[in-house]
């Protein structure tokens, strides 16, 4: 559905070049919602803006539905652009126009007539819940109805491919979660391939299929949610699931570890669960298995896109043939249990 093919984007100054994209390749399946995930500067915006063409790539290529968009005349790309739906931050709402007449402006350059119009307007009034509103103005609005209207004007001309360029952010959590909620209806009643761009732990865990992590312009981990919550492989990836997870520092939970073993200390384990494993007592069972106790540090249980995973620190007390064990058959025999090793206590 999407690809990019080793894309760059650079900024030109007097002095220097800045590259904001550096050899992103990407391919996004039809119907996914897919996240990209980077700290501010990572150069997200930069990359989702290209993506359709508001900003010209450098050099490289962007794909969608087989099209190579740098190949298309100006008339092409115009009609192609159609197709790709895009909402912001802000909203970028005309404040002289009602919310009926924001949501019709893409119609209206469109061509289409005035019936058209209101037959579609009304129809996405319904979709976004606010028939109500059609005739306020943006200023009466409050900020999670202001991003429905700019959904509802995204999704005016049949997109086939929605941009959301951190589309959350203004947002306080409850309305971030209706937002959302309202993005995965879109993307399960139309089938909209949905690509977004976010610094949010929250929206990556809620709606999105795949995810990729941006890291000065390059795409540094890519996988399914389900994955980089199990085995996250960049130390930028496991720092965002850790904040997540809101997991402590060692010192703040009176626990001082060193890399080596030596003997009197005691394994300090991160354990995540996915699934069924989080309901089962699988540390209790495992420690009598091998005869070591065990005892928790840390606890949580997160939704993540409909399932279920926890997150345990753990110090087992045994000797070190005996917890390595432990390790061992986690590893080898419980594919939906990640063990990572922190280091020893006393």
């Not at 700290?39 to 993506?51: D, E, N, P, Q």
């Not at 959350?168 to 909209?192: G, M, R, V």
């Not at 065990?294 to 949580?300: N, T, V, Y």
Request: proline share 3%; net charge neutral; glycine share 6%.
């Amino acid at each position: 559905m999407i690809e990019l093919i080793n894309l760059y984007k650079s900024y030109q100054s007097k002095d220097n070049s800045v590259v904001a994209v550096n050899g992103v390749n990407l391919n996004i399946a039809a119907g996914n919602i897919f996240g990209i995930i980077g700290l501010s500067g990572a150069g997200k915006s930069t990359l989702i803006r290209c993506v359709n063409f508001l900003e010209k790539p450098t050099s490289g290529e962007v794909v969608i539905n087989g099209k190579y968009l740098s190949q298309l005349s100006n008339s092409e790309l115009r009609q192609t652009q159609q197709k790709i739906g895009m909402i912001f931050q802000h909203f970028n709402l005309l404040n002289s126009r009602t919310v009926f007449a924001n949501i019709a402006l893409p119609l209206e350059l469109a061509g289409k007539s005035k019936q058209d119009i209101t037959l579609k307007v009304n129809s996405l009034l319904q979709l976004v819940d606010l028939t109500d509103k059609k005739n306020n103005y943006p200023s009466q609005l409050s900020g999670g109805q202001k991003q429905r209207v700019a959904i509802a004007r995204a999704l005016a001309n049949n997109p086939e491919v929605l941009l959301c360029d951190e589309a959350t952010s203004a947002l306080d959590p409850q309305t971030t979660d209706t937002i959302l909620s309202l993005l995965k209806q879109i993307n399960n009643k139309l089938n909209i391939t949905i690509l977004l761009i976010t610094h949010e732990m929250e929206v990556v865990k809620n709606i999105c299929d795949q995810v990729a992590v941006i890291d000065q312009g390059k795409i540094i981990e890519n996988s399914t949610v389900e994955n980089f919550f199990l085995n996250p492989q960049t130390q930028l990836a496991q720092n965002f699931v850790r904040t997540f997870c809101n997991e402590k520092p060692m010192p703040e939970i009176s626990v001082e570890f060193q890399p080596e073993y030596s003997v009197g200390k005691n394994l300090i384990v991160r354990l995540t669960f996915v699934g069924d494993k989080v309901a089962e007592p699988l540390v209790t069972k495992l420690a009598k298995k091998f005869n070591i106790d065990a005892s928790i540090l840390q606890a949580d249980i997160e939704t993540v896109n409909e399932k279920t995973m926890g997150f345990l620190v753990v110090e087992l007390y045994g000797d070190k043939q005996k917890t390595t064990e432990f390790i061992d058959h986690l590893t080898a025999y419980e594919t939906s249990v990640k063990a990572e090793v922190l280091g020893y206590a006393n």
